[in-house]
């Protein structure tokens, strides 16, 4: 099975700042990789998919990169509804597989 | 508009087996496969299994292999998730997700609102 890895586990930033979170997968997953937001009590929302596509209504704020093995989300200028955790996942190969989550915390 | 509506909240014996229902509205049933994942407390994401309703194939994460079984109803658009021989460590929220595709890259959306199973 493959193992997503994200970093930081936990990140307290203001409104504005440009904010990064990582993702690294145990093996090349090519492109396969989504992102997907979740606040406190919700379901996940899928925000980018195939690594670098917007899903329909998210923010351009929101931006992804990467290939292989490692990934990147992006947000340009946090806004107070960004805080939240936000889940990698590959589905390059069965089991599906997500990273452990970055929570996105108010500074 | 799409939407994935679950069954209530649970509260299950250990050794007991418990059935959650996913409904489907605002598209096709039969043209997208349906994912199981769940959420315990302070543990990721974990993936159990996905039905195609359309033909009704399954199939089914190894750590559950034997313990979950998913099935569908074409006629009320709802998919379900059984899962068995419940002991506490299966205390979570359970979700079913749609899966789409784009650019030959699966992912998951909508979400349904999920239903939290207690193991007590």
């Known amino acids: 099975d493959i193992q997503m890895t994200q970093s930081p586990s936990s990140l307290s930033a203001s409104v504005g700042d440009r904010v990064t979170i990582t993702c690294r997968a145990s093996?090349?997953?090519?492109?396969?990789l989504n992102w997907y937001q979740q606040k406190s009590g919700k379901a996940p929302k899928l925000l980018l998919l195939?690594?670098?596509t917007l899903q329909s209504g998210v923010p351009s704020r929101f931006s992804g990169s990467g290939s292989g093995t490692e990934f990147t989300l992006t947000i340009s200028s946090l806004q107070p509804e960004d805080f939240a955790t936000y889940f990698c996942?590959?589905?390059?190969?069965?089991?599906?597989?997500f990273g452990g989550g970055t929570k996105v915390e108010i500074k | 508009q799409v939407q994935l509506e679950q069954s209530g909240a649970e509260v299950k014996k250990p050794g007991a087996s418990v059935k959650v229902s996913c409904k489907a509205s605002?598209?096709?049933?039969?043209?997208?496969?349906i994912h199981w994942v769940r959420q315990a407390p302070g543990q990721r994401l974990e993936w159990m299994g996905w039905?195609?309703?359309?033909?009704?194939?399954?199939k089914y994460s190894q750590k559950f292999q034997g313990r979950v079984t998913i099935t569908r109803d074409t006629s009320a658009s709802t998919a379900y998730m059984e899962l068995s021989s419940l002991r506490s460590e299966d205390t979570a929220v359970y979700y079913c997700?749609?899966?789409?595709?784009?650019?030959?890259?699966?992912?998951?959306?909508?979400w349904g609102q999920g239903t939290l199973v207690t193991v007590s």
């Open positions: 039905i195609n309703p359309g033909s009704g194939n399954t």
């Open positions: 093996q090349s997953i090519s492109k396969y």
């Open positions: 605002g598209y096709m049933f039969t043209s997208y496969a």
């Open positions: 996942q590959q589905t390059y190969s069965t089991p599906p597989s």
């Open positions: 195939a690594a670098s």
């Open positions: 997700a749609r899966e789409i595709t784009m650019k030959l890259v699966a992912a998951f959306d909508p």
